[in-house]
Structure formats: structure tokens, C-alpha cells
Nanobody, 129 residues
Framework: QVQLVESGGGLVQAGGSLRLSCVAS????????MGWFRQAPGKEREFIAG????????YYGDSLKGRFTISRDNAKGTSYLQMINLKLEDTAMYYC??????????????????????WGQGTQVTVSS
């Protein structure tokens, strides 16, 4: 059974940092493209970053590159999202997602929520002033 479990969210002051983790189980992690998304109340789910199976290719959402860094450790079956200089508008539920990309080229990264078919339960990030 495919399972993704996020952790690392919480309450942080503006300007602070957090590192989110997404631990995968039930599948061969190195076959999966991984992504991070977020969703604030009343808003659509937003793409933050995606990383290819090997980690060689990374894409970021337009407004987030520079403050957010995605990475993965295939040996540990874990994806990470490092966030720095957090702003009030970063407050949201953060989700990791995975998609079996074993039939795709190694450089492929997905950016749309519809492209992913495995999701974690989310971890809340709240940024205070």
C-alpha cells in the first residue's frame, strides 16, 4: 500500500525557516517523481516544487524559487522541502505527492496536481507576524 506521510509543519514567525519531510512506504521510491504542493483556505492547490526520480531535474513554482528547496534521499525513501524567510502568505496546508514515473524518462518532473496519484495527508504551516 502506497503511503506518504508529511511532517515538520508548525507555527513559525515571519522570517523563520522550516524543513518538511515526506516519508514514503509501500513502493519503490526511486521510481517515483515527487512533488510538493500547498493549499490555503479558499484557494486552489498550488505547485511548489517537483523533483525527478534521480533528483537531477527540479522545477519550482514561479514565485517560490529562491526561498524553497526540494530534495530527496532515495536511500531513505524521503523527500524534503526546505523553506526559508517564511512570509505570512506562506500559511497553508502543505502536501507531498508522488507519481510512478518508471515508464518515463529519468528527467521528467510533473507540475500539475492531476499528474500525481498518491498524496500525503498534509502538514500545516502557519506563519505569524
Amino acid at each position: 500500500q502506497v503511503q506518504l506521510v508529511e511532517s515538520g509543519g508548525g507555527l513559525v514567525q515571519a522570517g523563520g525557516s522550516l524543513r518538511l519531510s515526506c516519508v514514503a512506504s509501500g513502493f519503490i521510491f526511486s521510481r517515483y517523481v515527487m512533488g510538493w504542493f500547498r493549499q490555503a483556505p479558499g484557494k486552489e492547490r498550488e505547485f511548489i516544487a517537483g523533483i525527478s526520480r534521480t533528483g537531477a531535474t527540479i522545477y519550482y513554482g514561479d514565485s517560490l524559487k529562491g526561498r524553497f528547496t526540494i530534495s530527496r534521499d532515495n536511500a531513505k525513501g524521503t523527500s524534503y522541502l526546505q523553506m526559508i524567510n517564511l512570509k505570512l502568505e506562506d500559511t497553508a496546508m502543505y502536501y507531498c505527492a508522488g507519481k510512478d514515473a518508471s515508464v518515463n524518462a529519468a528527467y521528467v518532473v510533473f507540475r500539475r496536481p492531476i499528474d500525481y496519484d498518491n498524496w500525503g495527508q498534509g502538514t500545516q504551516v502557519t506563519v505569524s507576524s
